[in-house]
């Protein structure tokens, strides 16, 4: 078990590029989490999958936001047209998910974007 | 909608201190509730969790209890390490899967 990894782990960028950004989940996890967390708050959450399937997104995912897991194993969030308000950290998470209420959310250690 | 309360501002505080750090929450259903920290330089780890009324959660030392009737879930330590500065983060998780998380508190232990 190695953990949930991200990469890159800074990205800096100029306004108006796109940029993605990986996610690698724990190995037989089939939850996956996208969370954004800017300075001084806590991480909200953006989206998630159950295997490949993107079962629910945050209206903070705008329409520049697209985040896909083919294959149901690694996730790619992409942002196109970057905006300084796009400047966070990105987090990902994942989880064996079932209907109990023991579901634990694992994070990895985020990629934190800067838009110039 | 689910929230997370926690109290303002960082928290200083000398070695071999009583720690404890407020979290209050607002959800529909039950939710679960959980302890992350993030120490300098890494990712959110857990910390502890609990998922029902009444359960306790503890780890390394730090604990807290689910109590339903005042929709908190403080944490707490009876005697803190430098080793335990870090920025405290309270979340719950409710029947929609995702994590609602407090601000968070950022702990200062001084030697």
């Known amino acids: 078990d190695t953990g949930v990894s991200q990469d890159p782990r800074h990205k800096i960028t100029k306004r108006g590029q796109n940029v993605t950004f990986r996610c690698d989940p724990i190995s037989e996890h089939n939850r996956l989490y996208w969370y954004r967390q800017t300075l001084g708050q806590g991480p909200e959450f953006l989206t998630y999958?159950?295997?490949?399937?993107?079962?629910?997104k945050s209206r903070l995912l705008s329409d520049r936001f697209s985040a896909e897991r083919p294959k149901g194993s690694f996730s790619t969030l992409e942002i196109q047209r970057t905006e300084q308000g796009d400047s966070a950290m990105y987090l990902c998470?994942?989880?064996?998910?079932?209907?109990?209420?023991?579901?634990?959310?694992?994070f990895g250690p985020g990629t934190r974007l800067l838009v110039l | 909608g689910n929230s997370v309360t926690q109290m303002e501002g960082p928290v200083t505080l000398s070695e071999e201190a009583f720690l404890t750090i407020n979290c209050t929450y607002t959800?529909?259903?039950?939710?679960?509730l959980f302890w992350y920290v993030q120490y300098p330089g890494e990712g959110l780890q857990l910390l502890l969790k609990?998922?029902?009324?009444?359960d306790k959660g503890s780890n390394k030392g730090f604990e807290a209890t689910y109590r339903k009737e005042t929709t908190s879930f403080h944490l707490e330590k009876g005697s803190v390490q430098v080793s335990d500065s870090a920025v405290y983060f309270c979340?719950?998780?409710?029947?929609?899967?995702?994590?609602?998380f407090g601000k968070g508190n950022q702990v200062v232990v001084i030697p």
């Open positions: 959800a529909t259903g039950y939710p679960s």
């Open positions: 979340a719950l998780r409710g029947g929609n899967n995702r994590l609602a």
């Open positions: 999958f159950q295997n490949e399937a993107q079962l629910e």
């Open positions: 998470a994942s989880s064996l998910g079932d209907s109990s209420w023991e579901e634990t959310q694992y």
């Open positions: 609990a998922t029902k009324a009444d």
